[in-house]
Protein backbone atom coordinates (compact mmCIF):
# COMPACT_ATOMS: atom_id res chain seq x y z
CA UNK A 1 0.00 0.00 0.00
CA UNK A 2 1.44 3.31 -0.95
CA UNK A 3 0.74 7.00 -0.24
CA UNK A 4 -1.01 8.28 -3.26
CA UNK A 5 -0.40 11.59 -2.02
CA UNK A 6 3.07 12.50 -0.57
CA UNK A 7 3.66 15.70 0.60
CA UNK A 8 6.03 17.77 -1.45
CA UNK A 9 9.85 18.25 -0.26
CA UNK A 10 11.60 21.32 0.01
CA UNK A 11 8.74 24.23 1.30
CA UNK A 12 7.65 25.10 -2.44
CA UNK A 13 4.32 26.62 -1.36
CA UNK A 14 2.39 23.71 -1.69
CA UNK A 15 2.35 21.90 1.58
CA UNK A 16 4.29 21.68 4.45
CA UNK A 17 7.58 20.75 4.56
CA UNK A 18 8.00 16.77 5.49
CA UNK A 19 11.11 16.25 7.70
CA UNK A 20 13.25 13.19 7.70
CA UNK A 21 11.36 11.69 11.17
CA UNK A 22 7.87 12.62 10.06
CA UNK A 23 9.20 10.62 6.56
CA UNK A 24 10.32 7.22 8.49
CA UNK A 25 7.47 7.45 10.85
CA UNK A 26 5.21 7.57 7.81
CA UNK A 27 6.80 4.47 6.20
CA UNK A 28 6.74 2.54 9.44
CA UNK A 29 2.85 3.12 9.36
CA UNK A 30 2.65 2.17 5.50
CA UNK A 31 4.73 -1.13 5.98
CA UNK A 32 2.22 -2.15 9.68
CA UNK A 33 -0.82 -1.24 7.12
CA UNK A 34 0.12 -3.72 4.35
CA UNK A 35 0.75 -6.39 6.35
CA UNK A 36 -3.16 -6.53 6.97
CA UNK A 37 -4.91 -8.75 4.52
CA UNK A 38 -8.77 -9.91 4.20
CA UNK A 39 -7.90 -12.85 6.24
CA UNK A 40 -6.90 -10.70 9.75
CA UNK A 41 -10.49 -9.49 8.83
CA UNK A 42 -12.54 -12.30 9.49
CA UNK A 43 -14.74 -12.33 12.64
CA UNK A 44 -13.22 -13.44 15.86
CA UNK A 45 -13.06 -16.79 16.60
CA UNK A 46 -15.53 -17.84 19.59
CA UNK A 47 -14.16 -18.34 23.23
CA UNK A 48 -13.30 -22.06 24.14
CA UNK A 49 -12.81 -21.95 27.83
CA UNK A 50 -12.29 -18.27 29.31
CA UNK A 51 -13.27 -15.01 28.43
CA UNK A 52 -9.93 -12.88 28.38
CA UNK A 53 -10.42 -9.44 28.71
CA UNK A 54 -9.53 -6.62 25.92
CA UNK A 55 -6.84 -4.93 26.28
CA UNK A 56 -7.19 -1.17 25.20
CA UNK A 57 -6.19 -0.02 22.02
CA UNK A 58 -2.86 1.69 22.80
CA UNK A 59 -0.88 -1.04 23.65
CA UNK A 60 -0.99 -1.61 20.08
CA UNK A 61 0.24 1.99 19.56
CA UNK A 62 2.96 2.26 21.93
CA UNK A 63 5.44 -0.18 20.59
CA UNK A 64 5.09 1.64 17.18
CA UNK A 65 5.82 4.81 18.57
CA UNK A 66 8.69 3.27 20.57
CA UNK A 67 10.11 2.22 16.82
CA UNK A 68 9.72 5.32 15.24
CA UNK A 69 11.40 6.94 18.13
CA UNK A 70 14.44 4.76 18.07
CA UNK A 71 14.46 5.12 13.92
CA UNK A 72 14.55 9.02 14.62
CA UNK A 73 17.58 8.62 17.00
CA UNK A 74 19.38 6.47 14.42
CA UNK A 75 18.40 9.58 11.49
CA UNK A 76 20.11 12.11 13.13
CA UNK A 77 23.33 11.15 12.89
CA UNK A 78 22.95 10.75 8.81
CA UNK A 79 23.04 13.56 6.01
CA UNK A 80 19.39 14.68 4.74
CA UNK A 81 20.20 13.70 1.04
CA UNK A 82 20.63 9.81 1.95
CA UNK A 83 17.07 9.57 3.15
CA UNK A 84 14.76 7.42 0.58
CA UNK A 85 12.79 9.85 -2.04
CA UNK A 86 9.36 10.70 -1.22
CA UNK A 87 8.18 9.36 -4.28
CA UNK A 88 9.88 5.75 -4.45
CA UNK A 89 7.73 2.84 -2.65
CA UNK A 90 9.64 1.77 -0.18
CA UNK A 91 9.82 -2.22 0.53
CA UNK A 92 6.73 -3.48 3.31
CA UNK A 93 9.87 -4.30 5.23
CA UNK A 94 11.98 -2.37 4.69
CA UNK A 95 12.25 -0.98 8.06
CA UNK A 96 10.80 -3.92 10.37
CA UNK A 97 13.35 -7.08 9.45
CA UNK A 98 16.18 -5.52 11.40
CA UNK A 99 13.94 -5.35 14.92
CA UNK A 100 10.46 -7.39 14.62
CA UNK A 101 7.40 -5.22 16.44
CA UNK A 102 6.48 -6.99 19.84
CA UNK A 103 3.02 -9.32 19.89
CA UNK A 104 0.35 -6.61 20.65
CA UNK A 105 -0.39 -9.73 23.79
CA UNK A 106 1.47 -9.60 26.70
CA UNK A 107 1.94 -13.10 27.32
CA UNK A 108 3.83 -14.61 23.83
CA UNK A 109 1.58 -16.78 21.89
CA UNK A 110 2.15 -18.38 18.86
CA UNK A 111 -0.14 -16.97 15.95
CA UNK A 112 -3.51 -18.00 15.79
CA UNK A 113 -4.90 -21.00 13.30
CA UNK A 114 -7.12 -19.72 10.83
CA UNK A 115 -9.69 -22.43 11.92
CA UNK A 116 -9.44 -22.08 15.07
CA UNK A 117 -8.46 -20.70 18.98
CA UNK A 118 -5.39 -23.00 19.91
CA UNK A 119 -5.92 -24.78 23.38
CA UNK A 120 -2.88 -25.51 25.47
CA UNK A 121 -2.38 -29.35 25.60
CA UNK A 122 0.00 -31.24 26.69
CA UNK A 123 1.59 -33.18 23.22
CA UNK A 124 4.78 -35.04 24.61
CA UNK A 125 6.51 -35.71 28.07
CA UNK A 126 9.93 -35.82 28.68
CA UNK A 127 12.59 -38.47 29.65
CA UNK A 128 15.69 -37.93 31.08
CA UNK A 129 18.93 -40.48 31.37
CA UNK A 130 22.10 -39.89 31.39
CA UNK A 131 22.71 -36.57 30.68
CA UNK A 132 20.35 -37.24 27.60
CA UNK A 133 17.15 -35.26 27.44
CA UNK A 134 14.96 -36.92 25.01
CA UNK A 135 11.22 -36.77 23.78
CA UNK A 136 8.10 -39.43 23.64
CA UNK A 137 4.44 -39.23 22.86
CA UNK A 138 1.99 -39.76 25.49
CA UNK A 139 1.64 -43.11 25.97
CA UNK A 140 4.22 -44.39 24.17
CA UNK A 141 7.20 -46.86 26.24
CA UNK A 142 10.09 -44.96 27.87
CA UNK A 143 13.24 -45.12 25.65
CA UNK A 144 15.60 -47.97 26.55
CA UNK A 145 18.50 -47.00 29.13
CA UNK A 146 15.42 -46.02 31.47
CA UNK A 147 15.23 -46.99 34.40
CA UNK A 148 12.66 -49.52 34.33
CA UNK A 149 9.14 -48.82 36.66
CA UNK A 150 8.67 -51.09 39.34
CA UNK A 151 6.07 -53.81 39.04
CA UNK A 152 2.38 -52.70 39.82
CA UNK A 153 1.36 -53.41 43.57
CA UNK A 154 -1.11 -55.61 44.42
CA UNK A 155 -4.45 -53.61 44.74
CA UNK A 156 -7.28 -54.25 47.71
CA UNK A 157 -10.82 -55.92 46.75
CA UNK A 158 -13.78 -56.76 48.94
CA UNK A 159 -16.86 -59.00 47.52
CA UNK A 160 -19.99 -58.97 49.95
CA UNK A 161 -17.62 -57.92 52.75
CA UNK A 162 -14.69 -60.67 52.09
CA UNK A 163 -11.07 -58.64 51.06
CA UNK A 164 -8.69 -59.93 49.30
CA UNK A 165 -5.40 -58.91 47.56
CA UNK A 166 -5.34 -59.23 43.66
CA UNK A 167 -2.28 -60.22 42.34
CA UNK A 168 0.29 -58.02 40.05
CA UNK A 169 -1.12 -58.06 36.66
CA UNK A 170 -4.49 -60.19 37.20
CA UNK A 171 -7.93 -58.48 36.31
CA UNK A 172 -11.09 -59.02 38.15
CA UNK A 173 -14.43 -59.14 36.00
CA UNK A 174 -16.68 -56.71 37.24
CA UNK A 175 -19.90 -58.82 38.61
CA UNK A 176 -23.69 -58.50 38.40
CA UNK A 177 -25.06 -56.88 41.18
CA UNK A 178 -26.48 -59.44 43.46
CA UNK A 179 -24.11 -61.74 41.81
CA UNK A 180 -22.46 -64.39 44.27
CA UNK A 181 -19.45 -65.10 42.85
CA UNK A 182 -16.86 -63.36 41.76
CA UNK A 183 -14.18 -63.79 38.52
CA UNK A 184 -10.14 -63.03 38.98
CA UNK A 185 -8.36 -63.45 35.32
CA UNK A 186 -4.83 -64.21 35.18
CA UNK A 187 -2.50 -62.06 33.12
CA UNK A 188 -2.68 -65.10 30.55
CA UNK A 189 -6.46 -64.65 30.08
CA UNK A 190 -7.48 -63.57 26.55
CA UNK A 191 -8.72 -60.24 26.64
CA UNK A 192 -11.95 -60.63 25.72
CA UNK A 193 -12.32 -63.02 28.38
CA UNK A 194 -15.47 -62.78 30.61
CA UNK A 195 -16.88 -64.10 33.85
CA UNK A 196 -17.91 -67.33 31.77
CA UNK A 197 -14.28 -68.15 30.50
CA UNK A 198 -12.83 -67.98 34.19
CA UNK A 199 -12.33 -71.81 33.73
CA UNK A 200 -9.58 -72.24 32.93
CA UNK A 201 -8.46 -68.99 32.68
CA UNK A 202 -8.77 -67.37 36.38
CA UNK A 203 -9.99 -68.08 39.48
CA UNK A 204 -13.46 -67.65 41.28
CA UNK A 205 -14.90 -66.27 44.90
CA UNK A 206 -17.77 -67.76 45.70
CA UNK A 207 -19.29 -65.51 49.03
CA UNK A 208 -22.75 -66.72 50.30
CA UNK A 209 -25.29 -65.92 53.04
CA UNK A 210 -26.28 -69.25 53.39
CA UNK A 211 -25.42 -72.82 52.60
CA UNK A 212 -26.32 -72.69 49.04
CA UNK A 213 -27.79 -75.48 47.31
CA UNK A 214 -25.82 -74.96 43.82
CA UNK A 215 -22.06 -75.30 43.11
CA UNK A 216 -19.93 -74.94 44.62
CA UNK A 217 -20.97 -76.22 48.29
CA UNK A 218 -19.31 -78.08 50.71
CA UNK A 219 -20.62 -81.86 49.24
CA UNK A 220 -19.35 -81.23 46.05
CA UNK A 221 -16.21 -81.25 48.02
CA UNK A 222 -16.31 -85.06 48.42
CA UNK A 223 -17.57 -85.98 44.98
CA UNK A 224 -15.49 -87.48 42.39
CA UNK A 225 -16.82 -84.97 40.06
CA UNK A 226 -17.08 -82.20 42.41
CA UNK A 227 -15.32 -79.97 40.27
CA UNK A 228 -18.30 -78.95 38.46
CA UNK A 229 -21.87 -78.70 38.10
CA UNK A 230 -22.09 -79.84 33.99
CA UNK A 231 -19.62 -81.29 31.68
CA UNK A 232 -17.32 -79.06 30.19
CA UNK A 233 -13.61 -79.60 29.28
CA UNK A 234 -11.97 -76.50 30.59
CA UNK A 235 -8.43 -77.04 28.91
CA UNK A 236 -6.21 -73.85 28.86
CA UNK A 237 -6.32 -72.57 25.05
CA UNK A 238 -9.41 -74.76 24.44
CA UNK A 239 -11.92 -74.60 26.28
CA UNK A 240 -14.79 -76.28 25.18
CA UNK A 241 -17.79 -78.59 25.57
CA UNK A 242 -17.11 -82.37 25.36
CA UNK A 243 -18.12 -84.69 22.23
CA UNK A 244 -19.77 -87.86 22.83
CA UNK A 245 -16.67 -89.01 21.90
CA UNK A 246 -14.61 -87.65 25.06
CA UNK A 247 -15.46 -89.86 27.90
CA UNK A 248 -14.27 -87.17 30.87
CA UNK A 249 -12.49 -88.88 33.56
CA UNK A 250 -12.06 -88.14 37.08
CA UNK A 251 -10.95 -89.95 40.27
CA UNK A 252 -11.54 -89.22 43.75
CA UNK A 253 -10.44 -86.34 45.17
CA UNK A 254 -7.59 -85.32 46.75
CA UNK A 255 -8.89 -83.78 50.53
CA UNK A 256 -5.99 -81.91 52.90
CA UNK A 257 -6.90 -79.23 55.69
CA UNK A 258 -5.76 -75.98 55.70
CA UNK A 259 -5.69 -72.64 57.38
CA UNK A 260 -7.28 -69.50 55.49
CA UNK A 261 -8.26 -66.23 56.76
CA UNK A 262 -7.51 -68.05 60.82
CA UNK A 263 -10.08 -70.06 59.27
CA UNK A 264 -10.64 -73.86 59.14
CA UNK A 265 -10.61 -74.61 55.68
CA UNK A 266 -10.80 -77.53 53.26
CA UNK A 267 -9.04 -77.68 50.17
CA UNK A 268 -10.25 -80.72 47.18
CA UNK A 269 -8.02 -81.26 44.60
CA UNK A 270 -9.20 -83.36 40.95
CA UNK A 271 -6.80 -84.63 38.32
CA UNK A 272 -9.29 -84.42 35.40
CA UNK A 273 -8.69 -86.05 32.13
CA UNK A 274 -10.83 -84.53 28.61
CA UNK A 275 -9.19 -87.23 26.22
CA UNK A 276 -6.17 -88.99 25.13
CA UNK A 277 -4.40 -85.78 24.94
CA UNK A 278 -5.75 -83.08 27.13
CA UNK A 279 -6.31 -82.79 30.61
CA UNK A 280 -6.33 -80.20 33.69
CA UNK A 281 -6.35 -79.72 37.71
CA UNK A 282 -8.84 -78.56 39.46
CA UNK A 283 -8.71 -76.88 42.71
CA UNK A 284 -11.29 -75.89 45.36
CA UNK A 285 -10.68 -74.36 48.69
CA UNK A 286 -13.65 -74.13 50.94
CA UNK A 287 -14.28 -72.03 54.53
CA UNK A 288 -17.01 -73.90 55.81
CA UNK A 289 -18.03 -71.72 58.78
CA UNK A 290 -17.92 -68.85 56.74
CA UNK A 291 -19.19 -70.76 53.35
CA UNK A 292 -16.87 -68.89 51.31
CA UNK A 293 -14.96 -70.86 48.87
CA UNK A 294 -12.00 -69.89 46.10
CA UNK A 295 -11.61 -72.20 42.57
CA UNK A 296 -9.22 -72.36 40.13
CA UNK A 297 -10.25 -75.56 36.96
CA UNK A 298 -7.51 -75.94 34.51
CA UNK A 299 -5.76 -73.23 35.81
CA UNK A 300 -1.86 -72.88 34.54
CA UNK A 301 0.55 -74.31 36.92
CA UNK A 302 2.82 -71.36 36.49
CA UNK A 303 0.13 -68.93 38.36
CA UNK A 304 -0.18 -71.29 41.29
CA UNK A 305 1.84 -68.81 43.96
CA UNK A 306 -0.25 -66.04 42.76
CA UNK A 307 -3.64 -68.37 43.23
CA UNK A 308 -2.24 -69.11 46.57
CA UNK A 309 -1.24 -65.11 47.15
CA UNK A 310 -5.70 -64.80 47.55
CA UNK A 311 -5.93 -67.34 49.67
CA UNK A 312 -2.93 -65.57 52.11
CA UNK A 313 -4.89 -62.29 52.06
CA UNK A 314 -8.44 -63.53 52.41
CA UNK A 315 -9.92 -61.43 55.30
CA UNK A 316 -13.93 -62.99 56.35
CA UNK A 317 -13.88 -60.40 59.10
CA UNK A 318 -16.27 -58.45 57.24
CA UNK A 319 -18.36 -61.20 56.16
CA UNK A 320 -21.64 -61.92 58.53
CA UNK A 321 -21.45 -65.19 59.98
CA UNK A 322 -23.91 -67.50 57.76
CA UNK A 323 -27.04 -68.49 60.20
CA UNK A 324 -27.12 -72.08 58.36
CA UNK A 325 -30.33 -72.95 60.47
CA UNK A 326 -32.11 -71.13 62.98
CA UNK A 327 -30.51 -70.21 66.09
CA UNK A 328 -27.61 -71.44 64.59
CA UNK A 329 -25.57 -68.52 66.50
CA UNK A 330 -27.69 -67.97 69.62
CA UNK A 331 -24.39 -69.14 71.30
CA UNK A 332 -20.55 -67.61 70.86
CA UNK A 333 -17.58 -69.62 71.41
CA UNK A 334 -14.04 -68.70 71.95
CA UNK A 335 -11.43 -70.99 73.15
CA UNK A 336 -8.05 -70.15 75.01
CA UNK A 337 -4.91 -71.54 75.12
CA UNK A 338 -5.17 -73.39 71.85
CA UNK A 339 -4.64 -71.05 69.15
CA UNK A 340 -5.07 -71.08 65.12
CA UNK A 341 -2.15 -72.75 63.80
CA UNK A 342 -0.55 -73.59 67.36
CA UNK A 343 1.45 -76.46 67.50
CA UNK A 344 0.28 -79.64 68.78
CA UNK A 345 2.84 -82.82 69.37
CA UNK A 346 1.86 -86.09 68.80
CA UNK A 347 3.80 -88.14 71.33
CA UNK A 348 1.45 -88.18 74.11
CA UNK A 349 2.42 -84.85 75.93
CA UNK A 350 -1.43 -83.07 77.65
CA UNK A 351 -2.41 -79.93 76.38
CA UNK A 352 -4.90 -78.44 78.30
CA UNK A 353 -7.16 -75.20 76.58
CA UNK A 354 -11.02 -74.07 77.57
CA UNK A 355 -13.52 -73.27 75.64
CA UNK A 356 -16.06 -70.43 76.63
CA UNK A 357 -19.77 -70.56 75.94
CA UNK A 358 -21.40 -67.10 75.73
CA UNK A 359 -25.34 -66.69 75.08
CA UNK A 360 -25.74 -64.31 72.73
CA UNK A 361 -29.38 -63.83 72.11
CA UNK A 362 -32.69 -63.46 73.93
CA UNK A 363 -33.41 -67.18 74.07
CA UNK A 364 -32.93 -68.77 77.30
CA UNK A 365 -31.43 -72.06 77.17
CA UNK A 366 -32.12 -74.71 80.09
CA UNK A 367 -29.98 -77.69 78.64
CA UNK A 368 -27.03 -77.34 76.49
CA UNK A 369 -25.20 -80.15 76.19
CA UNK A 370 -21.13 -78.60 75.23
CA UNK A 371 -18.91 -81.45 72.73
CA UNK A 372 -15.07 -80.46 71.16
CA UNK A 373 -13.93 -83.07 69.17
CA UNK A 374 -11.23 -83.21 66.81
CA UNK A 375 -11.96 -83.41 62.80
CA UNK A 376 -10.38 -85.86 60.25
CA UNK A 377 -7.48 -85.03 58.25
CA UNK A 378 -4.45 -86.16 55.65
CA UNK A 379 -2.25 -87.52 58.57
CA UNK A 380 -4.58 -89.15 60.52
CA UNK A 381 -5.59 -92.46 59.48
CA UNK A 382 -8.67 -93.37 58.86
CA UNK A 383 -9.62 -91.13 62.12
CA UNK A 384 -7.55 -89.38 65.07
CA UNK A 385 -6.60 -91.66 67.47
CA UNK A 386 -5.75 -89.31 70.27
CA UNK A 387 -8.25 -88.89 73.50
CA UNK A 388 -9.72 -86.12 74.97
CA UNK A 389 -10.87 -85.20 78.44
CA UNK A 390 -12.89 -82.91 80.14
CA UNK A 391 -12.89 -81.24 83.46
CA UNK A 392 -16.12 -82.02 85.83
CA UNK A 393 -14.84 -80.47 89.26
CA UNK A 394 -11.83 -82.38 90.50
CA UNK A 395 -11.99 -85.20 88.33
CA UNK A 396 -11.16 -85.76 84.30
CA UNK A 397 -14.03 -87.65 82.11
CA UNK A 398 -12.98 -89.17 79.55
CA UNK A 399 -15.03 -87.51 75.85
CA UNK A 400 -15.07 -88.80 72.44
CA UNK A 401 -12.40 -87.36 69.90
CA UNK A 402 -13.90 -88.29 67.23
CA UNK A 403 -17.53 -86.93 66.80
CA UNK A 404 -19.17 -83.63 67.24
CA UNK A 405 -22.57 -84.51 65.53
CA UNK A 406 -24.06 -86.70 67.61
CA UNK A 407 -24.27 -85.31 71.39
CA UNK A 408 -24.97 -87.51 74.00
CA UNK A 409 -28.71 -87.82 74.81
CA UNK A 410 -28.30 -88.63 78.24
CA UNK A 411 -27.32 -84.67 78.86
CA UNK A 412 -23.40 -85.74 80.07
CA UNK A 413 -21.93 -82.22 80.52
CA UNK A 414 -24.88 -80.38 79.87
CA UNK A 415 -25.75 -77.02 81.61
CA UNK A 416 -28.30 -73.29 81.33
CA UNK A 417 -27.51 -70.74 79.69
CA UNK A 418 -29.66 -67.87 80.28
CA UNK A 419 -29.29 -64.51 77.84
CA UNK A 420 -25.58 -62.90 78.63
CA UNK A 421 -24.47 -65.37 80.35
CA UNK A 422 -21.72 -67.51 79.98
CA UNK A 423 -19.72 -71.14 81.25
CA UNK A 424 -16.43 -72.13 80.79
CA UNK A 425 -15.45 -75.41 80.56
CA UNK A 426 -11.74 -77.12 80.75
CA UNK A 427 -10.66 -79.93 78.44
CA UNK A 428 -7.29 -81.99 77.92
CA UNK A 429 -6.03 -83.31 74.30
CA UNK A 430 -3.24 -85.78 73.88
CA UNK A 431 -2.19 -87.56 70.50
CA UNK A 432 -0.60 -90.08 69.89
CA UNK A 433 2.34 -91.27 66.72
CA UNK A 434 -0.81 -92.63 64.97
CA UNK A 435 -1.31 -88.79 64.32
CA UNK A 436 1.06 -87.50 61.76
CA UNK A 437 1.66 -83.92 60.82
CA UNK A 438 -0.92 -81.69 58.93
CA UNK A 439 -3.53 -79.39 59.92
CA UNK A 440 -6.53 -80.86 62.31
CA UNK A 441 -9.07 -78.86 62.85
CA UNK A 442 -10.70 -78.70 66.43
CA UNK A 443 -14.68 -77.91 66.80
CA UNK A 444 -16.21 -77.08 69.63
CA UNK A 445 -19.91 -76.91 69.33
CA UNK A 446 -22.59 -76.61 71.58
CA UNK A 447 -26.36 -78.06 71.02
CA UNK A 448 -29.98 -78.00 72.11
CA UNK A 449 -31.08 -82.21 72.55
CA UNK A 450 -34.62 -82.93 72.25
CA UNK A 451 -36.06 -86.22 73.18
CA UNK A 452 -36.65 -86.88 69.64
CA UNK A 453 -34.92 -85.95 66.47
CA UNK A 454 -31.53 -84.43 65.57
CA UNK A 455 -29.88 -82.42 67.71
CA UNK A 456 -30.15 -78.71 67.50
CA UNK A 457 -26.83 -76.73 67.16
CA UNK A 458 -27.15 -73.27 68.78
CA UNK A 459 -23.23 -72.47 67.97
CA UNK A 460 -19.78 -73.86 66.36
CA UNK A 461 -16.26 -72.74 66.37
CA UNK A 462 -13.48 -74.44 64.44
CA UNK A 463 -9.70 -73.88 65.66
CA UNK A 464 -6.92 -75.53 63.03
CA UNK A 465 -4.11 -76.22 64.80
CA UNK A 466 -0.50 -77.58 63.75
CA UNK A 467 -0.23 -81.60 64.48
CA UNK A 468 4.04 -81.84 64.86
CA UNK A 469 5.59 -85.20 64.37
CA UNK A 470 7.62 -86.12 67.66
Known amino acids: MTDKLPRPRGGDGTGPDETPTERLLREAMNARTARITAHDLRPAAPPNRRTRRLRPVYVTAVPLFG????LAFGVLG?????????????????????????????????EPSPTATPVETPSATETITDDVRTEAPLGAPAPSGTASTAPPAPSNYTFH???????????????????RRLCVLSPGAPKSATARDCAPYGAELAVFDEEPDIWPAMSFLDSPGGWTSQPYCPVWGNPHVPT????????????????????AARKSQWQVTCNAKESFTAQMWALPDDQVFLSAIGLKPEYQTALVSILDTLDVGGHPVPALRPNQNDVSIGFEGLGVGQQVPNDGSAVTFSVTYRNTSRTGYSALVPVVAAESYAGASPVVSGTLERQDGD?????DLRSTDKPARDGNGAFTLAP?????????????????????????????VPLEGPAIVVGSRTVPVRVVAK
Open 420 to 448: GQSRTVKYRLKLTGQDGAGVMPVTARVAV
Open 78 to 110: FRGDTVARQDEVPPPAATLTASPSPSPSAEPTT
Open 244 to 263: EGEPMTSGNPVQTRDIVAGR
Open 161 to 179: GVKFKVPAGWRVVPPDPGD
Open 395 to 399: TWTAM
Open 67 to 70: LAAA
